[in-house]
């Protein structure tokens, strides 16, 4: 009796789990690459880094509007706010360095030739 039953839940078990997997989609798309993989996370690795120089360009402004003018906390919020534009700046760099290596590893060519009319 404790066989039928395993094979009774088995077999209902294993059913409907073989027509869900037939339902199931690549969620990156139907052409996903590796290379578009490796690029969708960089990008992302990238907007988080951008978030965070957004959220200290506030805090550095927020230091600065906030300190009544001592020289300690004017001088804190300068800093956040250099150490924010230099962050930004290295960020952007990133960005075209790993844009220009992954172009140049897929095409051959780190610049984009420029299309000729025929």
């Known amino acids: 009796m ?14 409907p789990s073989s027509a869900l997997a037939a339902q199931l989609v690549n ?6 690459t ?13 907007g988080l880094s951008g978030v ?6 506030v805090w550095g402004g927020f230091l600065y509007l906030t300190s009544r003018g ?12 250099k150490w924010a534009v ?3 700046v290295i960020i952007f760099a990133a ?8 172009s140049g590893l897929t095409t051959g060519s780190a610049l984009e030739a420029p299309e ?3």
């Not at 404790?2 to 059913?15: M, N, V």
């Not at 969620?27 to 996903?32: I, Q």
């Not at 001592?70 to 706010?81: F, S, W």
């Open 2 to 15: 404790k066989q039928l039953i395993f094979t009774l839940l088995s077999i209902a078990i294993a059913f």
């Open 27 to 32: 969620p990156l798309g139907k052409g996903a």
């Open 34 to 46: 590796i290379e578009l993989v490796i690029g969708r996370a960089i990008r992302a690795l990238l």
């Open 52 to 57: 965070a120089a957004l959220a200290m360009f």
């Open 70 to 81: 001592e020289p300690k906390q004017v001088t804190q919020g300068k800093e956040t706010l």
């Open 86 to 88: 230099l962050g930004l």
């Open 95 to 102: 960005f075209t360095l790993v844009n220009a290596l992954v």
């Open 116 to 118: 000729t009319p025929a």
